[in-house]
Nanobody, 119 residues
Framework: QVQLVESGGGLVQAGGSLRLSCVAS????????MGWYRQAPGKQRELVAT?????????ADSKKGRLTISRDNARNDDTVYLQMNSLKPEDTAVYYC???????????WGQGTQVTVSS
């Protein structure tokens, strides 16, 4: 099983920046994908971006430009980051980290970190 711990959320004014981090530990396989999703109040959870162990990122179309996903593949754990710039009030949401590989029947999710952007 994989455990995910997110951090870096908070309250920021519109136009500001935040950097989210997610540390994965446990049964991590070499070939995997990690990603960020978000869920705003009253809305479904949506994809922000994913990144494979090859460090090749994939973005939801509407998220390109202001949001950048990256990762560090250390020996015992993986860390994925989400750099968010020029934040807008509509970026307000709980941001969740996700880990998946071909060995787990279900992906692993973090507990979420709140991002609030004030206008």
């Amino acid at each position: 099983q994989v455990q995910l711990v997110e951090s870096g959320g908070g309250l920021v004014q519109a136009g500001g920046s935040l950097r989210l981090s997610c540390v994965a530990s446990g049964m991590i396989y070499a070939i995997n994908t990690m990603g960020w999703y978000r869920q705003a109040p009253g809305k479904q959870r949506e994809l922000v971006a994913t990144i494979a162990n090859t460090r090749i990122p994939t973005y939801a179309d509407s998220k390109k430009g202001r949001l950048t996903i990256s990762r560090d593949n250390a020996r015992n754990d993986d860390t994925v980051y989400l750099q968010m710039n020029s934040l807008k009030p509509e970026d307000t949401a709980v941001y969740y980290c996700k880990y998946s590989d071909n060995h787990q029947s279900e992906p692993s999710w973090g507990q979420g970190t709140q991002v609030t952007v004030s206008s």
